[in-house]
């Protein structure tokens, strides 16, 4: 069972992070939520064959193709997390708030159907190396993650050159026309 250490590490009575969630029929979504715990990051999760794969990035994720951002592959989650807004109490781990960052749906370069999707993604953990592409509000277009050799759960989470690609500093909400 995937989720064995997410319930390990949680006490679920006591927080009202969610248990559980019902797979999606149709599109694969992400979600990436700030996390100010003891130390402030961002949580970037994929829909993945029933749950939310994981990484931690401590900066959060760049449109600039030249800035690398660490990504700490951490335990896959339920899917109703990618919902979660709130307030994880004082001694639970993650302790401080959770909100959205950014939500939407993500392909990859060369699939739409999520089967294949989740294929594709599933090998490309084991390769070590995979490209998405987001429709988000504020991330758009591919990111390639990247494993670092010699590291167990240390990726790389870098935007490729393409229409989205800029070398702003801020990611702003952009409006939907
Ligand atoms: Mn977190």
Redesign the pocket.
Known sequence: MTLKRYHEKRNLGETEEPKSGDKSLGELHFVIQK?A?SHL?Y?LRLECRGVLLSW?VPKGPSLNPSEKRLAIHVEDHPLDYQYFEGTIPKGHY?AGTVEIWDKGTYTTPDATEPKEIEKYIKLGLKKGHFSVVFHGERLKGEFSFIKLKETENEWLLIKKEDAYATSEEVIPVKKKS
């Open positions: 996390h715990a990051h949580d931690a993650g």
